[in-house]
């Protein structure tokens, strides 16, 4: 596993089971049986994927009575939010670009078309 939070974040999210497992998640607190019920896949295979994201932050383990729920922990998440949204201003950065371009076109265009119907 990676050593930084961040890595360590983007590795556990890049399996689409463990995403899965997650989505279960921020639904509510569900044990390891719960969490395996939705896939073709044993218990001991679904707590693997669950250390993954426990040693990546993103779940926790609780315990009551003989209950051991797991649940979501959002905090990584933030942190991969925040370092897309550098990225997020860019791409608006650039469509602002391609609607001022377009506009332009468009204005050449209806320019074009006053010129060939005599205007």
């Known amino acids: 596993m990676p050593d930084d939070p961040l890595s360590a974040t983007f590795a556990a999210l890049a399996d689409p089971t463990r995403r899965a497992i997650l989505a279960r998640l921020a639904r509510g607190e569900a044990s390891v049986k719960e969490l395996a019920a939705p896939f073709a896949m044993s218990g001991p295979a679904v707590s693997k994927h669950l250390k ?9 383990r609780g315990r009551e009575a003989q209950w051991r729920p797991r649940r979501l922990e959002a905090a990584p998440l933030r942190r991969v939010s925040e370092w897309a949204e550098g990225y997020r201003r860019f791409w608006d950065a650039n469509l602002d670009r391609l609607d001022d371009y377009l506009d332009h076109l468009k204005t050449l265009e209806n320019h074009d078309g006053d010129d060939r119907q005599g205007g």
């Open 52 to 60: 993954v994201l426990e040693r990546a932050g993103l779940v926790s």
